[in-house]
């Protein structure tokens, strides 16, 4: 009796939004919580941390992703209007942009250019199935703006989703290490290369290590959405892959 | 009230940026035209409003969470991926690594050509 009741109860919750969306919210906190103990180590990265508790969950829990996806939209909605509230930072770093417009147009240009390429390149030279090369391709841009484009180019937008997080997470991870190496130190060209290669991940983690470089990092997203959104097809069509 | 009032500015120009492409026909995210339609807004009327700033920075500060609900998508692609990681994963970091050096050298590149063009001119 008492277990016909709680299978009623976990029928219940596994097929409400309610259960999606809160084990998002409780999975991310412990996350979070876990990273700023750890002193911010990029390997912990909350998004890493958060996704693992949650496959691993949903695994144990027998529950399939688009039940899950039903209460966790709530939380990918918000990808939107985070999107347009990117224009807040930027507004705030417009006197800084006046003064560098050139080198972050023409920076943003060869960046989209050489994401896009470069991916669709390693994928054909390592082997990777041809959906996969054009899954590829918008990895750099950020996660909604890559799945419209991977969409109209005919990769899977489901599997760029997954792409476009595990590029943000190696460039929010390997940033600061290249940047090191390559001994640049201006704030304003580390948050250009980490927007532009990393998106939302990468402008989290530049927001970490200084305001400057989270604006940057924002300002570079935004371009890299509107300038791959227009490129992206273009390229690959001058290529001749679509 | 600030905090309402500054998501339903986010809200109502993400839906002026998604209608004004569709009627328009651009290849432009809707997202992305309303993000520039707001900078222009705010670059008019020289200032951002106190609740806009707050849901501003309190969205873009924890940016990450919101990209967990599509990171657990990696569940549904288990078969792809286990069949094609290792090209996948080498393509990942090495075309990340390859796109984050470009831009940087090429903006640090422009950024001295302007400043040498400009000590011309000065």
Not at chain 1, 195 to 201: D, F, P, R
Not at chain 2, 10 to 22: A, D, H, S
């Given at each position: 009796m008492a277990d016909a009741h709680l299978e009623t109860l976990w029928v219940y919750l596994a097929a409400s939004p309610l259960l999606g969306l809160t084990a998002t919210l409780l999975a991310y906190s412990l996350a979070y919580r876990l990273f700023e103990r750890a002193g911010s180590h990029p390997l912990?990265?909350?998004?890493?941390?958060?996704?693992?508790?949650?496959?691993?969950?949903?695994?144990?829990?027998?529950i399939d992703y688009r039940s899950y996806f039903d209460g966790a939209q709530f939380v990918h909605f918000l990808l939107g209007?985070?999107?347009?509230?990117?224009?807040?930072?930027?507004?705030?770093?417009?006197?800084?942009?006046?003064?560098?417009?050139?080198?972050?147009l023409v920076a943003t240009l060869a960046g989209v250019a050489v994401g896009a390429a470069s991916s669709v390149g390693f994928a054909v030279l390592f082997g990777a199935d041809l959906q996969t090369q054009l899954s590829l391709a918008p990895k750099s841009v950020t996660a909604p703006?890559?799945?419209?484009?991977?969409?109209?180019?005919?990769?899977?937008?489901?599997?760029?989703?997954?792409?476009?997080v595990v590029t943000g997470i190696l460039g929010a991870v390997l940033g600061s290490h290249l940047f090191r190496l390559l001994r640049i130190r201006?704030?304003?060209?580390?948050?250009?290369?980490?927007?532009?290669?990393?998106?939302?991940?990468?402008?989290?983690?530049?927001?970490q290590l200084s305001r400057e470089m989270g604006a940057f990092s924002g300002l570079a997203m935004a371009?890299?959405?509107?300038?791959?959104?227009?490129?992206?097809?273009?390229?690959?069509?001058?290529?001749?892959?679509? | 009230?600030?905090?309402?009032?500054?998501?339903?500015?986010?809200?109502?120009?993400?839906?002026?940026?998604?209608?004004?492409?569709?009627?328009?026909?651009?290849?432009?995210?809707?997202?992305?035209?309303?993000?520039?339609?707001l900078l222009?807004?705010?670059?008019?009327?020289?200032?951002?409003?106190?609740?806009?700033?707050?849901?501003?920075?309190?969205?873009l500060g924890h940016l990450s969470l919101l990209f967990v609900p599509a990171g657990v998508g990696l569940m549904v692609y288990f078969e792809r991926i286990g069949a094609e990681w290792l090209p996948i994963l080498l393509t990942l970091v090495l075309s990340t690594l390859l796109t984050m050096a470009v831009t940087a050298l090429v903006m640090l590149g422009v950024v001295r050509l302007v400043r040498a063009h400009g000590d011309n001119d000065g």
């Open positions: 912990l990265h909350p998004v890493v941390t958060a996704v693992a508790m949650l496959i691993g969950f949903l695994l144990l829990a027998d209007p985070a999107t347009v509230a990117l224009a807040v930072p930027l507004y705030q770093q417009l006197p800084k942009l006046r003064r560098l417009w050139a080198p972050v703006v890559a799945m419209g484009i991977s969409e109209q180019i005919g990769g899977l937008p489901s599997l760029t989703a997954v792409l476009v201006d704030d304003s060209v580390k948050g250009i290369a980490m927007g532009i290669t990393a998106h939302g991940i990468g402008t989290a983690r530049a927001f371009l890299s959405a509107l300038t791959g959104a227009l490129l992206v097809p273009l390229l690959l069509g001058w290529l001749g892959m679509i | 009230m600030p905090l309402i009032y500054g998501m339903t500015v986010l809200l109502v120009y993400q839906l002026v940026g998604e209608v004004g492409v569709r009627a328009l026909g651009l290849a432009v995210p809707g997202p992305v035209a309303g993000m520039l339609l222009l807004t705010l670059a008019a009327r020289r200032g951002v409003p106190d609740g806009l700033d707050r849901i501003a920075h309190g969205l």
